[in-house]
């Protein structure tokens, strides 16, 4: 994965395909300078997860971070990155978010979908019977003259 890194913003400009659960997951940055803004500063990756969980990863050099995947599992994360210098925060981007899920949890969501769909196709076919139930009615309706009684 891969972020831009823009006044005080973050962008992903790189997703990968898959990430393979036994592997830690690497973030690269780049600024939109192209060089970091002080280099005997230190950049950190400070990730919150959806429960509250907060993890920090200390960006090296190469502006990358391994996070490590079983630490950090799966779930929605949101993302700052921040260039502390001294005992203080000099300044931050807020990243955009990204979640991390289990192929089975994607396979479930699916399954999920695909029940929906199902119904839904049933929903719409039963909504088109019943149109042409009412217009079938309604020309009964129409051929009927109370008079031939």
């Not at 993890?55 to 079983?70: C, E, G, Q, R, W």
């Not at 719409?124 to 109370?146: F, G, H, M, S």
């Amino acid at each position: 994965m891969k972020y831009l890194l823009k006044e005080k913003r973050g962008y992903i400009t790189e997703r990968p395909e898959y990430v393979d659960v036994n592997e830690n997951i690497v973030v690269e940055f780049e600024f939109e300078d192209g060089k970091p803004p002080v280099i005997d500063s230190g950049l950190y990756a400070v990730l919150l997860r959806s429960d509250g969980k907060e993890f920090t990863y200390k960006i090296d050099d190469k502006l990358k971070v391994s996070l490590n995947n079983k630490e950090i599992n799966k779930g929605l994360f949101s993302l700052t990155v921040v260039l502390v210098i001294g005992n203080e925060i000099n300044k931050s981007w807020r990243c955009e978010p990204f979640s991390i899920e289990s192929l089975t949890d994607i396979i479930g969501n699916v399954r999920e979908v695909n029940e929906s769909m199902e119904v839904l196709n049933e929903i719409k076919t039963l909504n088109e019977e019943i149109k042409l139930l009412k217009d079938r009615v309604e020309l009964l309706e129409n051929e009927y003259d109370p008079r031939n009684i």
